[in-house]
């Protein structure tokens, strides 16, 4: 149970939804899927492929009033081996969606609906003290929830100055939050050893984020503060733990994410929570709540969030997981593809695009001539790509593009008809 006030949830991002009434399904003509929400959503889209050796016709079909009585919505021919991506109008009305196939085919149909994401930049005074990526007078430390009925969570501080640390020692956080120096040499060797931040975990490259999952599938995420590249590579934050069971919080480059579980698909199935400037080293989770090390030496501010030790040496921040979400939008720049050797017919990894608000896409290439670039996109993280848009640029020329505001697909990637050095770039505001 959570006890909260009845508006709070409307503050915890937008409300987002997709889902398959068909996934690569044999379809015999005339069928009928089963109906599939349509209310509820100011943004909404559909992704369909027609799989099969033949040619088809798509009719979509919507319930207006919830009754049972369906008319014709929307037709789309679908060739063989082709895919079309489908934008709803806000007006257009309708409680429930079902799709027909003229002929005997095998089908995808999937749906992504979204609000808008309203959270404003602003920072809310809960995160005051926590220090900024540029800090280089910052009180960082490690954390570990204490086991054999002990009920604390263990903290090994440090000042984190220029790149190197000076270790302040050892502090327990108790039952009633104070922030306790401890002699316990044991526990403080422990934390160190088995709890230090493992290096190489994710690759800064100068496009993106690069992560290289368990099944050697290739993912690409935006970056922030251009800082976070040192950070990330002297080890000095923190960037996977779980925090609730089976809920995984990934921190990279300054955006918090939701990860699943590697038997719920890990990476593909990735989420952003909001975007950040903070400087976390290290994060746990304590009695419900979530804790954050990171914070800034010389605040001298007030906030009942902050926990600080007597001898001012140590300090973690304290919340709970759902305040993420009032860090604001997420946000982000970089792309597949900078200034890279691109092989013909050979696609970009993919990219994430899921989830974010504003997003602007730049494409260019230096070689003479035209380069004709086809854009696909994966809706769900499932792995089955469908073709977005191809576009023709000209060497020395860049293309444009504001993706409007109902495309909704977790990743998007690239692919050049001719070997050339190109660029894609995304921002996200």
């Known amino acids: 149970l959570w006890f909260t006030s009845i508006d709070k949830p409307d503050s915890l991002g937008p409300v987002s939804a997709e889902g398959a009434v068909w996934f690569k399904d044999n379809v015999t003509a005339g069928e009928a899927s089963e109906p599939f929400l349509f209310a509820g959503w100011p943004r909404r889209c559909a992704w369909v492929m027609n799989g099969g050796n033949a040619g088809t016709e798509l009719v979509f079909e919507t319930d207006v009033q919830g009754n049972g009585t369906w008319n014709n919505f929307y037709k789309l021919i679908l060739p063989r081996g082709q895919g079309s991506y489908i934008e709803f109008g806000e007006d257009e009305p309708g409680e429930w969606i079902r799709v027909r196939s003229k002929s005997g085919t095998v089908v995808t149909v999937q749906f992504n609906y979204s609000a808008q994401d309203n959270r404003g930049m602003v920072l809310p005074g809960i995160f005051d003290g926590l220090a900024d990526a540029e800090n280089g007078n910052a009180v960082g430390g490690l954390?570990?929830?204490?086991?054999?009925?002990?009920r604390a969570l263990g903290m090994v501080s440090y000042y984190s100055e220029a790149g190197s640390r000076t270790m302040n020692g050892y502090y327990e956080l108790n039952d009633k939050l104070e922030l306790i120096k401890k002699d316990d040499p044991a526990t403080e060797k422990f934390i160190t050893e088995e709890f230090a931040v493992p290096a190489g975990v994710v690759s800064m490259?100068?496009?993106?984020?690069?992560?290289?999952?368990?099944?050697?599938r290739r993912w690409r995420l935006p970056k922030g503060n251009e800082a976070y590249d040192e950070l990330t590579n002297s080890a000095g934050l923190r960037i996977c733990r779980e925090v609730a069971t089976e809920r995984d919080l990934f921190n990279c480059h300054g955006t918090f994410y939701e990860l699943p579980a590697e038997n719920a698909d890990g990476y593909a199935r990735i989420r952003p929570i909001a975007s950040h400037n903070f400087q976390v080293a290290d994060y746990a989770s304590y009695r419900g709540m979530l804790i954050m090390t990171g914070t800034d030496r010389e605040y001298n501010g007030v906030n009942e969030h902050l926990i600080r030790s007597e001898d001012k040496k140590a300090a973690v921040w304290a919340g709970v997981i759902d305040d993420l979400w009032q860090l604001g939008r997420p946000t982000g720049r970089g792309g597949p593809w900078k200034d890279s050797e691109v092989r013909a017919g050979i696609p970009s990894d993919p990219y994430l695009i899921g989830f974010y608000n504003e997003k602007k896409l730049t494409l260019s290439h230096s070689s003479d001539g035209l380069v004709k670039f086809n854009i696909e996109a994966d809706p769900s993280g499932a792995g089955q790509w469908f073709k977005y848009k191809e576009v023709v640029v000209t060497g020395g020329?860049?293309?444009?593009?504001?993706f409007p505001a109902h495309f909704q697909a977790r990743w998007i990637r690239f692919t050049a008809n001719r070997d050339c050095i190109a660029s894609a770039w995304l921002v996200y505001e």
């Open 143 to 150: 954390l570990y929830g204490i086991g054999n009925n002990r």
């Open 205 to 216: 490259e100068n496009s993106s984020v690069l992560v290289i999952d368990d099944r050697g």
């Open 397 to 402: 020329s860049v293309f444009t593009f504001a």
